[in-house]
């Protein structure tokens, strides 16, 4: 793996007042007003990003959708079905199997496995709580 940067955003605020499979269940009012905070984060710091690699889930697809469109110009996306509910242990298998030519990949997803793919990366915990951002540079192994 190529050193890059990483950045890693949780998905906004969801709303549970409905019955929705968890997969389904979408942003929250509250949730909503959280998004430009990071779209406007990530368009002062971060230069450029190659790839959003994105949850499949609707709260983490809406987030990503809301906050790349505050974007001068929106990278590539995939959505991973891998992300959804994955440990950290599952999320640093997506971060090694990317493509070497990738500097900046943002990931959109969930907890606990963002904080733990921090925890493996920087052998340090950092809470996530909904739409927090974490930017870590990764080395070469």
Known sequence: MAERTLILLRHAKSDWSGDEADVARPLATRGRRQVPDAGRWLAANIDSIDLAVVSPASRARSIWDLVSAAMGVPPRTRVDDRVYAA???????????????????????????????????TNQWAPMP????AVITVSGS
């Not at 909904?130 to 951002?133: D, E, G, P």
């Open 130 to 133: 909904t739409s927090a951002l």
């Open 87 to 121: 440990s950290g242990q599952e999320l640093l298998t997506v971060v090694r199997e990317l493509s070497d030519d990738l500097e900046t990949v943002v990931m959109v997803g969930h907890n606990p496995g963002l904080e733990d793919l921090i925890s493996l990366l």
